[in-house]
């Protein structure tokens, strides 16, 4: 299925580091210790000195714990500018036309073809087609030999009505002889419009259908190339 391509737009990454909070939580403690320590030093006993060990180890314990920020927000950097890299090279995807696995068809214009792959023989094949909300739409009878398959649905339910376009949610019920269930791999190929970032993955989207860019298993020319 060849989805038209809509204006290319991308999201890219936003710091939302914590560790500027960390940093700025420990230096008003660090502030409010250095406060406390020379009060007790000014009004201490001259004669009968307060032990400074403890002082010296809370000190070190400071000092350690800035070094563990720091070096976390040396971390945070690093990690935000692989995101980065890595989204920046996720646009561009944007124009071509990718297969990649998922579980979701974009029906458009009353069509929609679900791409499917068997890895060996089976005896029974059945391709359910279901709404947003769970509710079966439709069941197809799918082909029962090994390899890659294609079928399009007309975007008619169970009843011969015909369902409004958007996104729909597919699953196959593939048995072997003895009826054990056989494994599927489901797949979408379409022109990438778009690309966000979720929880710092990007994903790729393709008509109405959004796939992270690990799903992806093979990339062809832009459109109009």
């Known amino acids: 299925m060849t989805v038209a391509a809509t204006t290319p737009t991308s999201t890219l990454p936003v710091d939302n580091s914590a560790s500027s909070a960390a940093t700025q939580s420990l230096t008003d403690n660090y502030q409010t210790f250095l406060t406390l320590l020379t009060t007790q030093?000014?009004?201490q006993d001259p004669l009968n000195p307060m032990d400074s060990s403890q002082f010296t180890t809370q000190l070190v314990q400071f000092s350690s714990v800035e070094q563990q920020i720091e070096q976390n927000k040396n971390l945070e950097t690093l990690i935000s500018a692989q995101t980065a890299n890595t989204a920046n090279s996720a646009v561009n995807y944007i124009g071509h036309t990718v297969a990649a696995t998922s579980d979701q068809?974009?029906?458009?214009?009353?069509?929609?073809?679900?791409?499917?792959?068997?890895?060996?023989?089976?005896?029974?094949?059945?391709?359910?087609?279901?709404?947003?909300?769970?509710?079966?739409?439709?069941?197809?009878?799918?082909?029962?030999?090994k390899g890659a398959h294609s079928i399009t649905w007309d975007g008619k339910d169970t009843n011969g009505q015909q369902v409004a376009d958007g996104v729909y949610k597919i699953a196959i019920s593939a048995a072997n002889a003895d009826k054990t269930q056989a494994s599927a791999t489901i797949g979408i190929t379409g022109v990438v419009t778009g690309v966000t970032l979720v929880d710092q993955n990007p994903m790729l989207a393709i008509g109405g259908v959004t796939v992270p860019l690990a799903n992806v298993l093979s990339v062809s020319g832009a459109t109009g190339s």
Do not use: F, H, W
Not at 107 to 127: F, R
């Open 105 to 145: 068809i974009q029906l458009a214009n009353s069509s929609a073809t679900i791409n499917y792959a068997l890895p060996n023989d089976v005896a029974d094949n059945v391709i359910t087609i279901s709404d947003s909300t769970g509710k079966t739409v439709r069941t197809l009878t799918g082909e029962t030999g």
């Open 41 to 43: 030093l000014k009004n």
